[in-house]
Every structure is written in structure tokens, then in C-alpha cells.
């Protein structure tokens, strides 16, 4: 059962706020890529060293999201999220400033832990402040990450000649205060354990089945979403022999298909339930990721990945929606468990793709998205089940 909640700033505001936030988060996601091959002629360490940078990232950000759950269930989301983005912005600096792998590995590490707040708070409190449209409501705060992650790569793209790199990331840096300014002058609903953290009754919403279902589907769908912004443009050039220039204008082509997905998905949400829209999507990517490893042709390869962006749009955000519905009292907490798990799926999925690129060819590593995309179907119809017969005896109870 869901409620609004108590106090804070507007409902508008509080989303302005959320958007922003996770914009940033966005250049997060997007920064440590783009700036490696700058990083490399500036400090000199190898590919080795660089995949040492993102797993530390990774891995701080997954305690940040398995710690910021509990944290704004009993203290609210202002303070968590200020601190976040104050945490953001000084890795930003730091990166354009440091002069050896050292510090860019500190920097990695603030990234990962303010980016992880980030994500895990914008998304629990668009779920809180959403009560009767949260599926649509996280569909567009995922459009804002779009957004966020086209803008580094995008900058890099055009003006690394004329600006160069510290200039660059300082100007992410003043972006990342935008949403610390908001954080700090808009008021937050109140914590909804103010009075004390019930071990017991957050116990029992950690062990339900459905939340543990949709972890585990988050699990499989993390690993996907990984595995396309991480691969794909290198499976088009060696499988494929596509041209770079344009293996990157087709992952651009992916991500503007997520973001027009999205977007669709917020409108259509009034009219269709967000399981069904899902479900429509993993079906569609599920054919997509069988075309990128069947395609007798580069061009048929690139319509599979563009469709690949379009079918994973709307599945991330209907299952936060489906956990922020069904635990509303513990909305922090919840989201923690499932985005951590999350999580874990897009470090092991691209690493399990790459394995196997190695042993045999990128070909037979896209069975990995394949077989995620099965298993994502799979859950989320049983998702959907649970959550029709959770509705109808709700109905029986109140009839």
C-alpha cells in the first residue's frame, strides 16, 4: 500500500532535485571511459591498471548502495545525497588535478562511493515522492542518466582539442554542484524510521520472496546493461569488421534507443501497466541479442543493437517501481538489496563476456546477453504474478 510523503519541499522541486542528481550520476557512469585515453598519456599506466580502476570503483560503489538504503530509511535522504554529490564533485576535480595512478585510483574510489548514493537515493526517493505513477516517474529520472552519460563523451568528442581534459572535467565538477545546491536548499520528506531503525520488521521485507525475485532480475538485467555499453562497439569492429566511427555512432544509437524507450514507456504508463511493457521489452531484446550473435551482416548486427537499447528501456525502472510499490515503509532499504545485487550482475557479466571473448570469440561472449535476457523474461513474468495475486487479495481482504 502506497502513501505520499510527510513534509518537504513540492513534489516538482523534489523531482527537479532527483533529475539533477541523477544526471550526474550519468557522468559517473560515463566519466572513467571517457577520460582513460587522456589518463594514459598524461600518467602512463596499461590496460591492466585501468581495469583495476573500474572494478575499485565498482566495488565502492556497491557498498555505498548496500549501505545507503538503511541509512535514508532512518535519517532521511538530504543529508546522504549532499554528501554524495559534494563527494562526486571532489573526484571530478581530483581527476582533472592528479598527477599519478595513485590519486586517480582515490579519486576512483570517492567516485564510486558518491555515484552509488547517487543512484540508490534519486531512484527511492522518485519512488517515494511518486506514489501513483512510479513507473513512469523512474522511466523519465532514467532519461536524465541518458542525458548525463552522453555529456562527458560528448564534451571529450568536440572540444578536448580546444579545452583540454582538466578544463573538461572541472566543467562536470560545477555540473555536479547543481545538484548539491538543491540537496542543500530544498527540505525532504522526513525519515520514515526517525524514531529508530526495527530491525525485525526490515528483516522480514530483506527476506520476502518478491523482493529477492527482483533482485536476481536486476541481477540478470545489470549484467545486460554491462555488457552492451562495455561491448558492443567492440563486437560490431572484430565480429562484424565495422568501421569505428561508426561502431560508435551505432552505441550512441543504443542509448538514444533507451532514452526514447523510456520516454515512451512514461507516456504509455496510463494506459498500459508497466509489467506488460516489460515484458514486451525483454521479448524484444531477447530477439535483438539473439541477432547480434546470428547476423550474417554488419548491418543487420547494427539494427539488432539500436533494437537491443529499445527492449531494455523500460525493465529496470518497472522493477524499482514494483519494489517501491510493494515496500513503501522500507523504500531505502529494499532498493539497497536489489540494486546491490544489481550491481554485482553488470561486474560479472562483462567479465564472464570477456572470458570467453578471449577463449574463443565475441561471438559465443554474446551468448552471455542471450541467456540474461532469457532468465529476465522468465522473472519478470514471475514477478508479474506475484504482484496480480498480491492485488487481488488485497481486493478480497478489503471486499
Known sequence: MSREPSGGSGPAKLRAAAWAGMFVFGIVMAVLGAVLPSLFERIGFGEAAAGTLFLTMNFAMLVMTLAFGPLVDRFGFKALLAVCALLVAGAFLALGLAPSYGLV?????????????LNGGTNALTSDINPANRGAALNLLGIAFGFGALTVPFLIGAL????????????ATLLSLVPLTLFVVFRFPKAKQAQGFPLRQAARVVGHPLL??????LFFQSGNEFTAGGWLSTHLQKTYHVAPPAAALVLAGYWAAVMAGRLL?????????????????????????????????GPLAMAGAVALGLGFATIYPTVLAVVGESFPDFTG????????????????????????????????????????????????????RRTKAALAGSYARRC
Not at 529477492?212 to 532480475?217: H, I, N, R, S, Y
Not at 521489452?281 to 547480434?292: P, V
Not at 571473448?357 to 529476465?376: H, I, K
Open 105 to 117: 585510483m582515490a579519486a576512483a574510489v570517492v567516485l564510486g562511493f558518491g555515484g552509488g548514493g
Open 160 to 171: 578536448l582539442r580546444s579545452l583540454g581534459l582538466r578544463t573538461i572535467l572541472l566543467l
Open 212 to 217: 529477492w525475485l527482483c533482485a536476481f532480475l
Open 265 to 297: 514507456s512514461a507516456r504509455l504508463g496510463k494506459r498500459l501497466s508497466g509489467e506488460r511493457m516489460a515484458l514486451s521489452g525483454a521479448a524484444l531484446a531477447l530477439a535483438a541479442a539473439a541477432i547480434l550473435v546470428l547476423a550474417p551482416s
Open 333 to 384: 532499504t529494499a532498493f539497497s538489496v536489489v540494486i546491490s545485487v544489481g550491481l554485482a550482475g553488470g561486474m560479472v557479466a562483462p567479465w564472464l563476456v570477456g572470458r570467453i571473448a578471449q577463449a574463443s570469440s565475441l561471438r559465443q561472449g554474446f551468448l552471455v546477453p542471450v541467456a540474461n535476457c532469457a532468465m529476465v523474461l522468465v522473472l519478470l513474468a514471475l514477478v508479474r
